[in-house]
């Protein structure tokens, strides 16, 4: 256990990296990654729960009675769920929309009360911190690249952020998107995929 | 003989585990079993227990093949000479068609082997048979309008995502070509289904246009209202029982004629290939549905529910699914018992769809599979029934 912060950090980014070598909090990752944009905005949102919540039970690991620590945890994570809410609404209505019940549902991901129970509840706060800002960036890419493969096969575009993007059947007009990669059945045999890619990478 | 063997044999040593082509064994061993009887045990399904070993088992499903294509080729030109205003004699009606289906064929096996020849170097197990099968199915299912590089796409999802995935011939869940034919369906679906997908011009059309709008007998159907009768529908637009029966309209390339399957399903039951269980049990399950169905018809009714049962079985592409597809080997259940369930649950919901849900004009695909993803289980029950009375008996 005697990694330094930067490898608390950057272990979630290919070691742990959470949908693909944990295979855990799949339910974002299926549910909402039907364009680029909304896998990064769900990472986003995820990171900043995701990062606040470790810091906060870190801080507090030494006096939440350890019988009730699960309730406590969630408390504090749902805490900053509502906070990542109003802050979508205020800033970012439009994605806020779209994403919709998978924002209130980040409380239940398991990748967060995973991290609090497993690391931050055991260690300090600054690896806590790397912990948490880690694996979130990890989640929020492989969304975004999980995302933007399914955007690229089933819709032929790829918008990074509103009316930033790309529409790829103006570059090449004969390619014929599929839609079937948008709807349910693309996003397991996108993740499918993407998971035998990252094994066959391998360490 | 003997100099083949020479020739096999002074070749072997560079396709062996040291050679210089060994990433291509599993091609010099295809090749090798077109002409010498191989000399290993296979290790999963399709088991056969006969004189038949597994390629020559194959080469009889191609056999029974041959009506249907056959017949495919006559019809799909037929059908595009006629939209198009060409003679209607024999030679020319033949060569249309060959013009339209042959290259699908031939996409649908090149492409189909480039991902087996892939995955058979890559994991170092022999080219199976069952593609030679598979890549001559999946273009027999498909409009004749479908564009190449959609054929292409279709097979190789088929392929890698219904079969290599799982570890290959025998592993499969779902019967490869229709997981082709299913992926086409729903990424495509203006290819795949409605009025103008079912007759194909061909490239020596008077007109340039790629499909002609016709319509195929189930799509007639749906067009009738309540209180219709759609017998008298598709007699009014000149599909008769037996043009029905035999096939002569437009449709799926091969699916059209029941009776060119019933041919194809006597050969397969008579190999030994395809059990007559699933089979019977699908026309029972087809057409004790339709009775059913039949008890609740009335006026105001879906006019669905008043055709006569053996309606279904003539028309779309039941006939090819419950003879084809199926009775696959290795995503059919192996049980005997639990074949008819099977075969029978594939004909109730064949109907069901066809009469029920109007967005679905043809519903034997997605019977098929659904009941593939059964059968485990179906073999499942039935072994533990034998294991029970087994303990009974001591």
Redo the contacts between chains.
């Keep these: 256990m005697a990694k330094s912060i930067v490898q608390e950090f950057t272990k979630g980014l290919w070691e742990e990296l959470p949908p693909f070598r944990l295979v855990l909090g799949l339910c974002p990752v299926l549910g909402v990654t039907t364009s680029m944009e909304n896998g990064l905005g769900m990472g986003v949102a995820t990171t900043f729960v995701l990062a606040c919540s470790n810091i906060l039970v870190s801080l507090l690991r030494n006096i939440i009675p350890p019988k009730v620590r699960i309730a406590c945890f969630i408390i504090i994570i749902a805490s900053f769920v509502i906070v990542v809410e109003h802050l979508l609404q205020a800033y970012a209505y439009p994605l806020f929309l779209k994403l919709g019940v998978f924002i209130p549902l980040i409380v239940v991901n398991c990748i967060v009360l995973g991290r609090a129970e497993a690391f931050a509840s055991k260690n300090g706060i600054a690896s806590s911190t790397a912990d948490g800002m880690g694996i979130g960036i990890g989640f929020t890419l492989s969304l975004g690249a999980l995302g933007a493969f399914r955007e690229i096969l089933g819709k032929g575009s790829l918008t990074i952020w509103g009316d930033l993007g790309y529409n790829l059947t103006s570059v090449f007009p004969s390619f014929q998107p599929f839609e079937f990669m948008v709807q349910a059945p693309g996003a397991f045999i996108g993740l499918g995929l993407m998971l035998c890619a990252i094994n066959a990478i391998g360490d | 003989m003997k100099m083949i063997q020479k020739i096999f044999d002074s070749q072997r040593k560079h396709f062996e585990e040291k050679g210089k082509f060994r990433m291509l064994h599993p091609l010099f061993e295809a090749t090798e079993t077109f002409f010498f009887f191989p000399g290993i045990l296979i290790k999963n399904s399709p088991f056969v227990r006969d004189n038949l070993d597994m390629k020559r088992f194959m080469s009889f499903v191609i056999l029974a093949l041959i009506p249907p294509s056959v017949f495919g080729i006559y019809n799909t030109g037929w059908q595009s000479c006629k939209a198009t205003g060409m003679s209607l004699d024999f030679s020319t009606v033949f060569f249309q068609g060959a013009l339209i289906v042959l290259p699908l064929v031939m996409v649908s096996y090149a492409v189909g082997f480039f991902w087996e020849i892939l995955f058979a170097s890559l994991r170092k197990h022999p080219i199976s048979e069952g593609f030679l099968v598979t890549g001559l199915l999946f273009p027999l299912t498909l409009p004749p309008s479908v564009p190449l590089w959609q054929a292409a ?1 279709g097979i190789s999802f088929g392929v890698v ?1 219904g079969k290599e ?1 799982f570890g290959g011939t025998g592993r499969n869940i779902f019967n490869p070509a229709l997981t082709g034919r299913a ?1 086409l369906f ?3 679906p203006t290819k795949m289904s409605g009025d103008s997908v079912w007759v194909a011009a061909g490239s020596f059309a008077k007109e340039a246009v790629d499909a002609v709008s016709s319509a195929t007998p189930l799509a007639f159907s749906n067009l009738a209202v309540a209180g219709d009768n759609i017998e008298s529908v598709l007699e009014k637009v000149g599909f008769t029982v037996t043009k029905l029966f035999l096939g002569g309209y437009p449709g799926s390339i091969g699916g059209t004629s029941a009776l060119c399957c019933l041919v194809g399903a006597i050969i397969l039951v008579l190999a030994g290939v395809a059990s007559y269980r699933i089979i019977a049990g699908g026309i029972l399950g087809v057409y004790i549905t339709g009775l059913v169905l039949n008890l609740f018809a009335g006026p105001q009714a879906n006019p669905w529910m008043a055709l006569p049962p053996f309606y279904h079985l003539i028309m779309g592409g039941f006939a090819f699914g419950i003879a084809y597809m199926a009775t696959d080997p290795v995503s059919a259940p192996g049980m005997d018992h639990v074949k008819w369930i099977y075969g029978f649950a594939i004909g109730t919901l064949t109907v069901l769809i066809r009469v029920f849900n109007p967005a679905y004009p043809e519903g034997v695909m997605m019977a098929i599979l659904f009941m593939n993803l059964f059968s485990p289980l179906l073999d499942h029950i039935e072994i533990k029934f034998k294991l029970k009375n087994r303990i009974l008996n001591v």
């Design positions: 796409v995502i995935v992926f729903f990424a495509y």
